[in-house]
């Protein structure tokens, strides 16, 4: 662990390099990539999204969900390394992008502070993340790759500090959220709808006046270094809201259709901008997309499908969207949430705070059609079960997921050490699942 | 009438001529004076006053108390006035119409109208009419003692049932008392220990939760820092916020520690910070010129066995348990059983005895770390970077922390002398006579600048207001910090400012920019909602004198007089485009609302 001084010296070095390194880098060629992550806000129902179709998995996934298990025809069939599962039903361009290779299931993955079992949980002999069963504690720690929750920066905003520059370094399009702060990079927050931009101008010749004279005044020379830096920011942010007017709003220069969802409108707008990167002066990007709702304490199999529906199309058109733009092996996008559900059900037909869950990364840089890390053994007070509710002990950290991630995205394994601290505790750092 | 005018300490005339016309009137003296209770009087000589004439103040028909011939004394309300200029009409029954402009003094006042203003800037939610003539007529400290005083704004009661645990009643309520409130030095002392005692609603999000801890640095803003470590350390909501409730002693048979996060955050975020401090608050260097760490992991390990043992309070009509179920009123309360007694070595050698209660181990180890050399220049940094500006000389932090360390009778930690040391300190008024440097100054956060805009215009603010959204959209989302670390950290340098502190900047990008300037456009154009009342009426008489009486009205109230003649001349060729003076007096407050002079204050 590095000492006070130490950090002391680096952030020294690192201040110094920052005041130097303020131009882009503009690699030769396309040296494009960006991360996108879709954050599921609630807890995403993983044990129906990806289900076991092996004969003893699958009865033990039925006994186990009961009156919450999806039917075996239901499901759309996929396989992994020869092992057979089922996709939630509306999960029909996942499936295709995986049977493409283009997508990848990560298994039973959580948050956890090392390596720990079934057993060292139940009997506290591991330590654990702080709050797992709480969804600020949990969202906090999934962003921010730390199982205490202290650290107020998150690891896509830090990411983003070592390999990105620019504005458009880390864009969020759900709010200022910790994932998206560095310690450096400050994220460009995009809202659905119309940009940020300046009111109370009409065409008038007296607003025009008005708006005149507004803008002579951020030009005005002043002594106050307070004064010129706001200016300035402010100067900047008029020059922001055009281009984000012009780029975000009216038709799209990209023929692929986005759903009219939330969570479509989002990734049309994070596909506008990766199109227009080159004006934004971005060879780095992190993107941050959301979509709450995902808290299915009650009627699960109601509840969960439409939001299922809404992801697969919303993924689906954004991978099109990258390979219409030639850009479908420099974009990964990925699914986080602060944990899985209870296996069995509750007394309202829904399913309870869970642990360890099961996500999707899409990209044709991803080496697709395969399962990573170990898919629970789906059995109420089976050697995964923690609570015997079935809540899966991760048997994969957040820490490797994202470090994964980050790796293809750019940063070096000193810096791997620096956005994941606790990386160290786990074996493979890297899963292997992009080239 | 294109020549500029200045506005001199008594009166200037100013007679409209429509070709000479009988019954015109013709004022030989102007004066007007505040009195007590959010009046003012003026007072006119004058040749050619009529019978039945009237003298208006303001735009809005005046009290005449006293007419004698060729002598009138009126009385008008003080939000009458805007930078302390007031419009004079007085209008004869046969037509004659005289319009002055005149200054208000304050009898027998040694504060001028500029330090008055740059004061509340500072030691309230900013100036507004009647607070500003108050500070004129008491002076600063004597204005402060009062203060002291005053009555304390409070939140709302706490509601029972589970669903109305909305926090919004409380961000309401603190705009509400922000913009109405009497104890303004108290309101903004106990906001700036919120920013440094944080507790955020992002984990602690109900209103059963908020209001106690809310409630608690309202009431201790003025008392003993030592105090409010004590009562913040016991608070259920700071215990739920940093886990320091239902913390257990440690069992190494099950590899279980004491969880570290407030023991951490006591000394890193509340009172010591993470290197050792001089008296004026740079940090002291070892031999190889670098900082001097305060503590270390084994620090952290040991206040948090300090800090075990202890649960919620008791709910009312149940029986107290070992861990009580979540309860917010009141302190915790220890259970010995769950207490680490072992020894514990702390800061600099200091160790805690083995044996001892719960409760006196947290007395001792508060106790140990308050009378850290540190906490004097990192609680002096802190208030002055909240109320007066983010780059004080070392010298001004020393001064502050000195008074720290022992105020006029000696005692340690009296936030009262901490208050009046940072606000009537040279460094703080010297802005008053003079320019100050340009490092100067800080900028607005959105509380500020929306409360303190607000009250300069004299705004009135019902309860159902919708300030909260724009605080948030602005970066300040109230009682929901991102992170223990405050809605900004307290130690951000923008990177273009070369190692200059600015924390509000944190807060400041291209979005929050415009949003900024959107508030004073929802301001000036009655954008706010029902809860909001804008009165222009000063102004815009200001105005129908002259365009130039309009710039120099928000000169003094806005911009403390500082306006140049650049921007004013802007703003001038802005208003030719304009006819109709409400409109000119809505446009004008827009470009000196929405400018950064207005918004970084100095």
């Not at chain 1, 160290?424 to 890297?430: G, H, I, M």
Request: glycine letters at 8%; proline letters at 6%; hydrophobic letters at 40%.
């Amino acid at each position: 662990m590095l000492t006070r001084r130490e950090l002391f010296r680096f952030a020294t070095a690192m201040a110094a390099w920052q005041r130097f390194a303020r131009l882009p880098v503009l690699a030769q060629g396309d040296d494009y990539r960006a991360l996108v992550c879709v954050f599921l806000f609630g807890g995403n129902d993983s044990n129906n999204t990806i289900v076991p179709l092996e004969a003893a998995a699958f009865r033990g996934y039925q006994s186990g969900r009961g009156t919450l298990a999806l039917t075996q025809q239901s499901l759309l069939p996929i396989e992994a390394q020869g092992t057979p599962y089922g996709l939630h039903p509306r999960l029909t361009e996942i499936q295709r992008l995986y049977n493409q290779r283009r997508a990848a299931v990560i298994a039973n993955v959580g948050l956890l502070v090392r390596p720990t079992t079934r057993d060292e949980y139940r009997q506290r002999l591991a330590p654990l993340p702080v709050n797992l069963f709480s969804h600020s504690d949990q969202q906090l720690q999934w962003q921010c790759a730390d199982p205490r929750g202290d650290a107020r920066t998150g690891w896509g905003g830090r990411i983003a500090d070592r390999v990105a520059q620019g504005d458009f370094a880390m864009v969020s399009l759900a709010g200022n959220a910790t994932y998206v702060n560095g310690e450096r990079v400050r994220p460009m927050l995009v809202n659905l709808g119309a940009p940020t931009s300046l009111t109370g101008f009409s065409n008038t010749r007296e607003h025009q006046a008005r708006l005149q004279a507004f803008l002579e005044i951020l030009e005005l020379e002043d002594q106050r270094i307070l004064v010129r830096t706001a200016n300035l920011r402010a100067r900047q942010g008029l020059r922001i809201s055009q281009v984000l007017t012009r780029l975000l709003t009216g038709t799209s220069p990209l023929k692929t259709p986005f759903p009219a969802t939330t969570l479509g409108r989002q990734m049309d707008q994070i596909a506008r901008l990766i199109y227009a990167r080159r004006e934004l002066a971005a060879t780095r990007q992190v993107f941050f997309a959301s979509l709450g709702g995902w808290d299915h304490h009650v009627s699960l199999l109601a509840s969960h499908d439409p939001l299922m529906s809404q992801l697969n199309g919303a993924l689906g058109a954004f991978y099109q969207a990258t390979e219409e733009m030639g850009l479908a092996d420099r974009v990964v996008t990925f699914t986080a949430s602060e944990f899985n559900r209870t296996l069995n059900a509750n007394s309202n037909a829904g399913s309870d705070h869970g642990w360890g869950a099961h996500h999707f990364v899409i990209g044709a840089a991803v080496k697709g059609g395969m399962l990573y890390g170990t898919y629970p053994v789906v059995a109420l007070n089976g050697p995964d079960d923690a609570t015997g509710r079935g809540v899966w002990v991760p048997t994969t950290s957040l820490d490797q997921y994202g470090a994964t991630l980050a790796s293809w995205f750019g940063v070096r394994a000193d810096g791997l050490r620096a956005v994941f601290p606790n990386l160290a505790n786990f074996q493979p750092q890297n899963l292997g699942f992009l080239d | 009438m294109g020549a500029k005018m200045k506005v001199c300490g008594c009166f200037l005339l100013v007679t409209l001529l429509a070709g000479a016309r009988p019954g015109e009137v013709v004022l030989k003296r102007l004066e007007a004076s505040a009195g007590s209770g959010g009046a003012f009087f003026v007072e006119l000589q004058a040749d050619g006053l009529e019978p039945g004439g009237v003298v208006r103040v303001g735009g809005k028909q005046a009290v005449v108390s006293e007419a004698s011939s060729g002598r009138v004394l009126v009385e008008a309300p003080i939000k009458f006035t805007f930078g302390g200029l007031a419009v004079v009409e007085v209008r004869n029954p046969s037509g004659g119409t005289t319009r002055a402009v005149v200054e208000v003094q304050v009898p027998g006042s040694v504060v001028s109208w500029r330090a008055a203003a740059r004061f509340l800037e500072q030691a309230a939610w900013g100036p507004s009419p009647e607070s500003l003539v108050r500070v004129r007529q008491l002076g600063f400290e004597r204005w402060i003692e009062e203060q002291f005083q005053a009555p304390l704004s409070d939140y709302p009661p706490v509601p029972e049932d589970d669903a109305s645990q909305s926090l919004t009643p409380l961000q309401r309520r603190f705009f509400f008392n922000a913009v109405n409130g009497e104890d303004q030095l108290r309101q903004r002392v106990a906001f700036a220990l919120h920013q440094i005692w944080v507790v955020s609603g992002l984990k602690t999000g109900q209103a059963r939760m908020m209001t106690p801890y809310l409630r608690l640095l309202q009431r201790l803003a003025f008392d003993n820092y030592l105090t409010l470590m004590k009562e913040m350390t016991l608070n259920p909501t700071m215990g739920r916020y940093l886990d320091m409730v239902n913390n257990v002693k440690a069992n190494p048979a099950r590899g279980i520690s004491p969880n570290e996060n407030y023991a951490r955050e006591i000394m890193q975020l509340f009172t010591i910070g993470t290197v050792r401090l001089n008296l004026d608050g740079t940090p002291v260097l070892d031999d190889d010129g670098l900082p001097v760490p305060t503590y270390n992991q084994r620090t952290i390990e040991n206040l948090a066995r300090v800090f075990t043992g202890w649960t919620y309070p008791p709910t009312p009509g149940r029986p107290p348990a070992a861990t009580n179920p979540a309860y917010y009123e009141g302190r915790m309360v220890a259970t010995e059983a769950n207490h680490d007694t072992g020894a514990k070595e702390l800061l600099d050698g200091y160790v805690i005895p083995a044996g001892q209660t719960a409760e006196k181990d947290l007395d001792d180890a508060l106790t140990h770390l308050f009378h850290h050399p540190n906490v004097g220049p990192f609680v002096a940094q802190r208030l002055i970077r909240a109320l007066v500006t983010s780059n004080p000389s070392p010298a001004y932090v020393a001064r502050v922390a000195s008074v720290f360390n022992a105020n006029p009778r000696g005692v340690r930690g009296d936030l009262k002398s901490v208050v009046k040391a940072v606000l009537l300190d040279p460094e703080a008024r010297r802005g008053d006579t003079q320019d100050n440097p340009p490092e100067s100054g800080h900028l607005r956060e959105p509380a500020l600048y929306i409360a303190g805009l607000l009250r300069a215009m004299g705004a009135s603010l019902a309860e159902a207001n919708t300030l909260p959204s724009w605080a948030s959209s602005m970066g300040q989302n109230l009682f929901f910090a991102p992170s223990v670390f405050n809605y900004y950290s307290l130690l951000y340098q923008p990177p273009e400012m070369d190692g200059l502190f600015a924390p509000e900047f944190e807060i400041l990008t291209p979005a929050t920019a415009l949003i900024r300037a959107n508030f004073a456009d929802a301001v000036v154009y009655q954008r706010l909602g029902p809860a909001v009342t804008v009165d222009l009426t000063p102004l815009i008489e200001l105005a129908a004198v002259h365009k130039w009486y309009l710039t120099e009205g928000l000169n003094r109230g806005l911009l403390y007089g500082r306006m140049d003649e650049a921007m004013r001349d802007r703003i001038l060729v802005a208003l030719d485009s304009i006819a109709d003076p409400g409109a000119q007096a809505q446009a004008a407050t827009y470009l000196v609302a929405s400018s950064y002079r207005y918004q970084v204050k100095d």
